[in-house]
């Protein structure tokens, strides 16, 4: 959607262990480039999905969030509040409907 900041958490599928927090303003755009190896520190662990992503009005706000979850604070807070939704349902919008958008 136009006007918003993502931070994301992508997991990788060969690397269950393994996730990426970043910031994007195109989240369909930036997941093609961390799918075709574009971007360095997620080449290895390919092939990965959205698993969490949070929509921003405020770059700067998401520039805090995505620093607070690179954090170790944050990192606890991610794997017990964000990393445990959409195990079998996948991403939703706001209203609860499946979203297949960056799938």
């Given at each position: 959607m136009k006007g918003y900041c993502y931070v994301y958490i992508l997991a990788s599928e060969s690397y269950p262990d393994r996730f990426y927090v970043g910031l994007?303003?195109?989240?369909?755009?930036?997941?093609a480039k961390?799918?075709?190896?574009?971007?360095?520190?997620t080449k290895k662990f390919r092939p990965?999905?959205?698993?969490?992503?949070?929509?921003?009005?405020?770059?700067?706000?998401?520039?805090?969030?995505e620093s607070y979850l690179k954090s170790p604070s944050g990192?606890?807070?991610?794997?017990?509040?964000?990393?445990?939704?959409?195990?079998k349902r996948g991403p939703t919008l706001a209203n609860g409907a499946p979203c297949n958008a960056w799938a």
């Open positions: 994007a303003d195109d989240l369909a755009a930036r997941l961390h799918k075709s190896g574009s971007v360095p520190h990965w999905h959205i698993k969490t992503a949070v929509a921003f009005r405020n770059r700067k706000r998401a520039a805090e969030f990192r606890a807070f991610s794997k017990k509040r964000l990393q445990q939704f959409g195990e």
